[in-house]
């Protein structure tokens, strides 16, 4: 991180996670007002307080470029926010915002690259300042009168919105010192953090040092005398405050303090912010009795508290009773570096197959150890809640990627003229945080392939259709059996299976005649490298496009995709993935002297042949028929070239399994048990070998350290 002085890596990843958070808050705060063609002001104050925080927290972090604009979004909302312009060009004002956050987020990425440098951006600040001008004008600035604006650094009125002539505190402003923990460093830049964060809560708001962004030399004097914050606010806002100082890092204590305790410094210089306009308090009442200080704060002078909306001795016998409760007041949620949670993970992982070394060690055979099995099922019981709770901490909503989603929706309905809604379900689904980060793009490809190429070109045509004149997309998503499906379906147009086979022969790739290819079949060549029946070249790829690498991105995390669709109905993407990637419960089997794992969720059920069960197909393959159905069988030890214990089927044990669909019968040589197991994926020297496809998952440690495969039922099924 060049960008930054070594040991502010945690500041750094704070900083872009809040960055993150608030900037996709933003973009959804801007579609619901473009969907619902209005601001309101609540919409409009919210904005201007994810300005204002980045803002502030780019400055405290050195980035200028974006504080600067942060600041020029802030200075136009404070306009649209009090001025109340008539806006006819809304459309500039979406652009502007959205492009703006682009380049925010574009500039965060770039933050962990070691060699990045700070992107120049007054062309995007030249136009925000263009447009200030149209909101205090009518009128967009010509070329004469760019130059006079371009490269200005502090335009005039809106440096520092709502300024006031007179800065002194008010008499029935509530007053607070807040000091820091020893030796925490930064102290001003840590009182300008809090004073972000408390001010959403506060009508005005001023505090001492004043110059805390600008000036270094204010942390001596914020570890000499403390952080004086005065504010007024409504009633109910004042716990609010009063708890985000609490709960603020390196908050060592803090205390109320009256009027003649201000330094006259204080109502010199302080400056005033004010978020709204603010309405009288109340008036102080007489003979206040003395403020009692929470237990951060003993080590101070105890001093008394004037009234303001909410009376000291409210706010202190609240405080009060929330320090009887011990620490349940304190804030439940913390951040963790995903690292650490990783490490917790493979941890947990290297004590199940510990477990299983100990259990399964080979010199207890044949000894009969009450206590020792009374303490290794305790040990197992242990084991897999420790294994529940640490998936359960890496669990993670699917709404965050959904509601991604819809930004791409939006910019493309305006590129492409088309009248498109985006709709959720199960979007609170629950998936491991790895799998989440890596579901981003794949979920970008189809929603652009369902925009682009899905959805009719015109309403016309879907009213001709019988549908609709608007389209819909639909991401949905549910648990099946240990793993979550996800499905992106549109209502458009569907796949042409005549053209799609037509591409195919053309490129050669059809591996049998035309005839005996199935509907999923032609659907799933859409998923081939390059294959398109795109005949132009847009700015969004077409159907196949690209699909190929969404295939390999979502068996890289241990999935599956497929394409599912109904000329002139639509298009269903369904995308099957585990829940986890670390731990899966299995069946162990053997053939020959190896050993094989089948997951759990793709079992139906184990079989002993009988004589009467096994047939041949037209093309001398055989069938397994188990209940009036008929099944292929697919002897292990051929798939993959092992010499079995025996070759005669009926002394082996089959296995019905089932796979996106498919069920099959795989022949074994017996049964082992059923074990949980880690999954540890393959060296990267196997890549070239394309392993995933010959029915290899991954593999795993035993407990006697030999090592397993994990089977990939569908890939054995499909390759049969």
């Known amino acids: 991180m060049s960008r930054f002085e070594s040991g502010m890596e945690s500041m750094v990843d704070m900083f872009i996670y809040e960055s993150t958070s608030l900037l996709e808050q933003l973009d959804q705060i801007m579609m619901k007002t473009e969907s619902n063609n209005k601001f309101d002001e609540e919409d409009i104050n919210e904005i201007f307080r994810i300005m204002h925080t980045i803002k502030g927290s780019s400055a405290m ?24 312009p008539v806006i006819e060009s ?31 951006f007054s062309e995007q600040i030249k136009k925000i300042e263009d447009f200030v001008v149209y909101l205090k004008t009518g009128k967009m600035p010509g070329a004469e009168n760019a130059a006079e604006t371009d ?63 600008t000036d270094s030399s204010t942390a001596k004097q914020i570890i000499e005398n403390g952080f004086l914050i005065m504010f007024n606010a ?9 708890r985000e100082i609490e709960d603020a890092i390196n908050v060592k204590s803090y205390e109320i303090v009256e009027d003649d305790e201000i330094p006259a410094s204080a109502e010199e210089s302080a400056p005033a912010i004010e978020l709204e306009k603010p309405e009288p308090a109340p008036e102080p009442k007489k003979d206040e009795p003395a403020a009692v200080k929470t237990e951060k704060t003993a080590e ?11 009376t000291a001795e409210e706010i202190n016998n609240k405080l009060a009773q929330k320090n009887n409760h011990g620490s349940k007041g304190k804030q439940s949620l913390i951040s963790v570096n995903l690292n650490k949670l990783d490490q917790l993970l493979d941890m947990v992982g290297e004590i199940v197959i510990a477990e299983a070394m100990v259990t399964s060690n080979p010199d207890l055979k044949g000894l009969k150890l ?37 930004r791409i929706v939006r910019d493309m309905k305006v590129k492409l003229g088309k009248d498109v809604d985006l709709v959720f379900e199960g979007e609170e689904t629950e998936v491991d ?130 394409v599912d669709s109904k000329q002139g109905e639509g298009t269903n993407f369904i995308i099957k993935i585990p829940l986890s990637l670390a731990i899966v419960d299995g069946i162990e089997v053997s053939v020959g002297s190896s050993i094989f794992t089948i997951p759990i ?101 035993l407990g006697d350290g030999s090592i397993t495969i994990i089977l990939d039922i569908s890939n054995i099924i499909l390759d049969n």
């Open 433 to 562: 945080k790895s799998i989440i980060d890596n579901l981003n793009d794949p979920l970008m490809h189809m929603v652009r392939n369902s925009m682009d190429h899905g959805i009719e070109s015109t309403q016309e045509e879907r009213i001709a259709r019988g549908k609709p004149a608007k389209g819909t997309i639909t991401l949905s998503a549910y648990n099946s059996s240990g793993e979550v499906i996800i499905v992106v379906s549109d209502d458009g147009g569907g796949i042409d299976c005549q053209r799609v086979m037509e591409k195919a022969k053309a490129n050669g790739l059809l591996t049998k005649p035309e005839e005996e290819y199935t509907d999923k079949e032609i659907f799933n060549m859409v998923m081939l490298p390059g294959f398109s029946t795109n005949t132009e070249v847009t700015e969004y790829s077409g159907r196949g496009v690209g699909m190929d690498v969404v295939r390999k991105s979502i068996e890289k995390i241990g999935g599956t995709v497929s």
């Open 90 to 120: 809304i459309e500039t004002l979406y652009d502007i915002v959205f492009s703006s956050s682009d380049l925010l987020k574009a500039e965060i990425d770039m933050l962990q690259d070691d060699d990045s440098v700070p992107t120049d």
């Open 151 to 213: 490269n200005s650094e502090q335009p005039a009125e809106t440096e520092q919105p709502k300024s006031q002539e007179d800065n002194s505190a008010s008499a029935d402003m509530m007053k607070i010192r807040v000091f820091f923990e020893d030796n925490c460093e930064m102290e001003n830049l840590r009182a300008l953090l809090l004073v972000n964060k408390i001010s959403e809560y506060c009508r005005e708001l001023k505090y001492e040092p004043a110059a805390i962004e």
């Open 601 to 701: 969720n793709s079992i139906k059920e184990f079989i002993k042949l009988k004589e009467n069960q096994l047939f041949y197909d037209t093309s001398k393959k055989e069938i397994v028929k188990i209940r009036n159905k008929c099944y292929p069988l697919i002897r292990l030890h051929e798939f993959y070239g092992l010499e079995p214990k025996s070759h005669d089927i009926y002394d082996g044990v089959v296995v019905l399994v089932e796979s996106e669909g498919k069920s099959a019968c795989i022949l074994v040589d017996e049964l082992i048990g059923e074990q949980q197991v880690v999954v540890k994926p393959f060296s990267p020297m196997f890549n070239r070998y394309n392993i995933k496809q010959k029915g290899m998952s991954g593999c795993t440690i």
């Open 300 to 310: 101070k002078p105890q001093a008394k508290a004037p009234a303001p909306a909410q």
């Open 370 to 406: 009450d206590g020792f099995q009374k303490a290794s099922r305790q040990l197992r019981k242990l084991t897999d809640e420790l294994q529940d709770i640490v998936m359960s901490i890496r669990m993670v909503p699917l709404s965050g990627v959904f509601n991604k989603m819809t």
């Open 61 to 84: 972090m050195g980035q200028e470029n974006m504080s600067t604009l942060a600041h020029r979004m802030e200075d136009m909302f404070f306009i649209i926010r009090e001025e109340k």
């Open 234 to 242: 409504d009633e109910e806002d004042h716990q609010h405050i009063i």
